[in-house]
């Protein structure tokens, strides 16, 4: 996302600073100064303190996230790790090749999965193990990253399409879950292809995302929005110009441990070294010019009529630590779309899904639970609002209602 993607530029600038500083620091220690020495002639004296400095800072430029990433997260926890399935390349609708995995009970719900921007499908390991053990699962790469390649272009038009493709591929109505771009993803497919939901598509979850130009709800949108003519376009364009030495870059970045910091801001209380690791791994490892242009293509985006036309139900996940989109979002989400709630979930960021697996894991479950149960899997006529089961106190509260979801629920 955008945020991260500002980020980035500093802490990948100072890398390169401390690299730079650490090489000449080294190279003036070696060409050192000639002066005269006690007997008359001319020695080469050296300053010892730039061998030592010199030779730190280029340790760190290489070595240093293993020294960043137990300083910015904790151990423990479940692994995350950019793990892959036996997955296959298919065709999507958009022309694109599509790298999808699946997993779990070939005659169960079918959730399909679509991850945000920069990252791919490994990085619903952390959900897919258990919610598989019930559930249809399938996962699939955005084109241009992880796998799968794009036809053309790269755009939320072209992602709704093969996400389309998907859908109809199944044969039974499936459950769309999308975290930030996939979200996104969701909401056009909703506004482009509207008759699919209440056929093909019987419920959306939402994670962290957003209905609009992700500049807008971010922190500090007024200054993101004031910069985006002047630097963060040109910057992007440049990036796809530059893709080899922007990606030589990023590398750099990760292995001093720069990159891991900016990505820390991803995340809210709990986040664990892997998962920490897993998500700039990705995001050093997916081409640059590829997410300079789907976030150029975000920049464009707005949801329009596609969060009135998601007349499914609706889970709506939010963050109350979200930099990068700010729970506003959620909330606006939730109200206008016509079967939507919102759920609350305390002390995590963007990253959500990855340091509360557990809560998000039995929100999803739950909520695809009760389509079962009205047997919204299998019937494919139209479909009445979706009413979720609630106290009559939280009945009169209207779709916006929230429940805080703490730690340790």
């Known amino acids: ?34 002066v005269w020495g006690a007997d008359g002639a001319l020695v080469r004296a050296r300053d010892d303190w730039r061998l030592w400095l010199g030779g730190g800072l280029l340790a760190w430029s290489f070595l240093g996230r293993f020294v960043v990433v137990p300083l910015l997260a904790r151990p423990g926890g479940p692994p995350s790790r950019a793990h892959r399935l036996d997955g296959q390349e298919v065709t999507g609708a958009s022309g694109s090749t599509l790298y999808v995995e699946t997993s779990g009970p070939e005659t169960g719900p079918v959730l399909i999965l679509t991850h945000g921007w920069g990252l791919d499908s490994t990085i619903w390991n952390c959900l897919r193990g258990p919610l598989a053990e019930r559930f249809r699962i399938v996962a699939w790469d955005l084109p241009g990253l992880g796998r799968s390649r794009p036809a053309k272009s790269i755009s939320l038009s072209a992602f709704a399409a093969d996400l389309r493709g998907l859908v109809e591929g199944m044969g039974r109505p499936v ?28 419920g959306v979850v939402l994670l962290n995302t957003t209905h609009t130009n992700p500049l807008q ?45 900016a ?13 920490l690791e897993h998500t700039t791994l990705l995001a050093t490892r997916n081409p640059p010019g590829a997410q300079a242009l789907g ?37 606006t989400i939730a109200t206008v779309a ?6 609350i979930i305390e002390g995590v960021n963007h990253m959500g899904f ?56």
Do not use: C
């Open 338 to 343: 016509p079967a939507a709630r919102l759920e």
């Open 217 to 261: 709800t971010m922190v500090l949108s007024d200054l993101a929005r004031a910069l985006r003519w002047p630097l963060l376009e040109p910057m992007l364009r440049m990036t796809v110009w530059l893709q080899p030495l922007a990606w030589l870059s990023a590398w750099q970045s990760y292995l001093s441990g720069w990159a891991h910091v």
């Open 175 to 202: 459950v769309l879950v999308g975290h930030s771009i996939g979200g996104m993803t969701i909401q056009t497919l909703a506004r482009e292809h509207p008759d699919l939901f209440g056929r093909e598509v019987a």
């Open 1 to 34: 996302m955008p945020f991260l993607t500002l980020l980035r530029i500093p802490f990948t600038l100072l890398s390169l600073a401390i690299l730079g500083t650490g090489g000449w620091l080294l190279w003036s220690w070696f060409q050192g100064e000639w």
């Open 354 to 409: 990855l340091e509360r697996a557990d809560v998000y894991g039995r929100q999803i479950a739950a909520f695809a639970d009760t389509l079962t149960a009205a047997g919204k899997h299998v019937d494919r006529a139209p479909r009445a609002p979706y009413s979720p089961p609630a106290a009559a106190a939280q009945d009169e509260a209207g779709p916006d209602l929230h429940v805080p979801i703490r730690p340790g629920s």
């Open 263 to 275: 990505n820390r801001f991803g995340f809210g209380r709990y986040v664990t070294r892997s998962q």
């Open 295 to 331: 976030n150029l293509a975000m920049f464009r985006w707005d949801a329009g009529e596609g969060l009135a036309r998601l007349s499914v139900p609706t889970l709506v996940l939010g963050g109350d630590l979200d930099l990068i989109t700010r729970l506003e979002a959620s909330r």
